[in-house]
């Protein structure tokens, strides 16, 4: 079994920052990629950002230049850090972890519950 489970969501003024965290752990092998998603309300889920176990980063359009997404690979943890945050990023933040994990032959993928990240205006 795998757990993520994502910490740091909540409220905040337009402008403001925050920084989401990131847990995964468990039977894990190794892990190949962790990533950062987001759902609106009417939406579908979307890639906010994503990092590979070799440090390699990719962001949707809308997020360069605000956010950053950086890891504790000792940890097994990423972080999401947002700034200059803006009413379009509410959403629930989703991570994903893929892994090479006991029990399975190849990676897969495993999903946090959510946090609800509400920028006011």
């Known amino acids: 079994q795998v757990q993520v489970v994502e910490s740091g969501g909540g409220l905040v003024q337009a402008g403001g920052s925050l920084r989401l965290s990131c847990a995964a752990s468990?039977?894990?092998?190794?892990?190949?990629?962790m990533g950062w998603y987001r759902q609106a309300p009417g939406k579908q889920r979307e890639l906010v950002a994503g990092?590979?176990?070799?440090?390699?980063?990719n962001y949707a359009d809308s997020v360069k230049g605000r956010f950053t997404i950086s890891r504790d690979s000792a940890r097994n943890t990423v972080y999401l850090h947002m700034n200059s945050l803006k009413p379009e990023d509410t959403a629930v933040y989703y991570c994903?972890?893929?892994?090479?994990?006991?029990?399975?032959?190849?990676?897969?993928?495993?999903w946090g519950q959510g946090t609800q990240v509400t920028v006011s205006s």
């Open positions: 994903n972890a893929e892994v090479f994990s006991l029990g399975r032959s190849g990676r897969s993928h495993y």
């Open positions: 468990g039977s894990i092998i190794s892990i190949y990629a």
């Open positions: 990092i590979t176990a070799g440090g390699s980063t």
